[in-house]
């Protein structure tokens, strides 16, 4: 899986960062499985997550604790949910996005387009589904299996 992000006027350092959040990510996504101790909620409820507001669909479970990646050297977290279908989200939220907009983020493959009034950028990789944009200073991507989910994750 090779996932490139060019960051205009940004050290590499950052670059690296954001790279290895992003693969993390996905890797993640990946790897996320059902277990028969998960409580799948009746209905749609709305969670805040590093201090932003999302929508976690009727039949989905948190699957598995929360990953920090402060060892990357950046405040990042991410979190996880399934159905009982194969159905995922994957949501990850760096705080310390240094002020970047949306126009310094090229992603290769990516398509610019926007989500619930959030401008972005989209792609899929792997039969995932990414979005990923900027909201008040915090860098947020999400993944999810079926491409609508990210319309009723995304607030």
């Known amino acids: 899986m090779e996932i490139f992000i060019l ?3 940004q050290s590499f350092n950052m670059e690296m960062k954001i790279i290895s959040l992003i693969i993390i990510s996905c890797i993640f996504m990946g790897t996320v499985s059902a277990s028969h101790n998960l409580d799948y909620s009746d209905e749609s409820h709305n969670i805040t997550f ?15 604790n929360n990953e920090d990646f402060d060892e990357l050297g950046s405040e990042g977290q991410t979190c996880f949910y399934i ?3 194969n159905g995922e989200i994957v949501i990850t939220v760096i705080s310390d996005w240094m002020g970047m907009s949306l126009d310094e983020l090229y992603t290769d493959g990516a398509v610019k387009s926007t989500v619930n009034g959030h401008k972005g950028w989209k792609y899929t990789e792997n039969g995932l589904h990414y979005f990923g944009y900027v ?3 915090r860098g947020i991507l999400v993944g999810v299996t079926n491409e609508t989910r990210l319309y009723e994750v995304i607030l």
């Open 7 to 9: 960051l205009q006027n």
């Open 50 to 64: 590093e201090g932003v507001e999302f929508t976690i669909p009727q039949g989905f479970a948190e699957s598995k």
């Open 83 to 85: 159905n009982e279908w």
């Open 135 to 137: 909201q008040d200073d």
